[in-house]
Structure formats: C-alpha cells, structure tokens
C-alpha cells in the first residue's frame, strides 16, 4: 500500500519520503512567517518581528551619534552612520571621549572602531 500525501494527493514509495515532501512542501508553508510589507519570509514570528522593527519601524527619536541627523529606522541609522564614520573616522575617538555613554557594542560601530584603529593606531 502506497502512502498518499493528504494535503496534495501525490504518492510516494515509502513513509520516509511522504514524511520528507510533508516537512518541505506542507509544513514550511503553514508556519512561514511574511512581513506584510516587503514579503520577505521568516521562519518564526520573532524573526520577522525582529525584521520588521529594524527596517520598516517608522521612529522619531533615531539619531546619529555622530552628526545628530535624525533617521526613520534603525536600517537608515546604520548605513547613515557608517557614511558619516567613512567621511570622517577620527570622529570616533572624540566621540568616545565626550560621550563615553554610547556603546561601542552596536556592530556597525564596533567594526568601524577596529578599522579606525588598525588603520590609525596599528592595534
């Protein structure tokens, strides 16, 4: 007796391969998570939560610690601020001297710091 995928009808040889063409063309499926705005697809609810807050989250208070533009997103904020690190790297060592309060951990401007640093300080 050949198993008989329910969803779609289709035959299969073995349980194996039924078990293979369910988790593949079935289940991926239903639990596929899309952003409603750009239809990227997501393999959980909290990746394309994550996905949506960083690029389509619409803020007022996003601002670039190095020129203080304001930025609609934390996608915008992050290829501004490594354009404004580009034009002008050693803003970085003022800006961890007169506001020691900014995390370095953010990894845009943790990559930059190490650039600005092997290029400037040989570190």
């Not at 078990?19 to 697809?41: A, F, L, P, W």
């Amino acid at each position: 007796h050949e198993p008989i995928c329910k969803l779609c009808g289709i035959p299969f040889k073995n349980f194996h391969n039924l078990r293979h063409h369910k988790r593949v063309y079935h289940i991926q499926k239903m639990t596929e998570h899309v952003c409603e705005d750009c239809g990227k697809s997501f393999p959980n609810a909290l990746a394309a939560r994550s996905h949506w807050n960083f690029v389509h989250k619409i803020e007022d208070d996003l601002l670039c610690n190095i020129c203080g533009t304001s930025c609609q997103n934390m996608k915008k904020l992050k290829k501004h601020t490594q354009m404004c690190l580009a034009k002008e790297p050693e803003v970085i060592d003022k800006l961890i001297r007169e506001r020691p309060h900014i995390e370095i951990d953010s990894i845009f401007l943790k990559q930059s710091f190490e650039k600005y640093l092997k290029e400037n300080h040989n570190a």
